[in-house]
């Protein structure tokens, strides 16, 4: 069963930095893309950013320029480095990966990482 692994969320104040890790083990597919979405409270949950094979990263417009993605395929792995930390990016980040079986997309989700910012 694919296991989605995140780690590196927490407490930091406004302007501070943090970098989230994602590791997709037991995953024997061919991945297509890795990601971070995430989800306030009271809000739906949002494209944070997203990598796909054979294009360039895909961001968010409110963390253009603060947040950078970065994927390690022989690790099956995602990153998100965060900066200049904002109180509005407070939410549960959740890893998500996209394969692509039989023309159809799965994906798979990650259990959630809090990332608190404080003002």
């Known amino acids: 069963q694919v296991q989605l692994v995140e780690s590196g969320g927490g407490l930091v104040q406004a302007g501070g930095s943090l970098r989230l890790s994602c590791v997709a083990a037991r995953i024997n597919y061919n991945i297509r893309s890795m990601g971070w979405y995430r989800q306030a409270p009271g809000k739906q949950r949002e494209l944070v950013a997203d990598?796909?094979?054979?294009?360039?990263?895909n961001y968010a417009d409110s963390v253009k320029g603060r947040f950078s993605i970065s994927r390690d395929r022989a690790k099956n792995a995602v990153y998100l480095q965060m900066t200049n930390l904002k109180s509005e990016d407070t939410a549960v980040y959740y890893c998500?990966?996209?394969?692509?079986?039989?023309?159809?997309?799965?994906?798979?989700w990650g259990q959630g990482t809090q990332v608190t910012v404080s003002s």
């Open positions: 990598v796909t094979s054979g294009s360039s990263p």
């Open positions: 998500n990966v996209g394969v692509f079986l039989g023309g159809l997309r799965y994906d798979y």
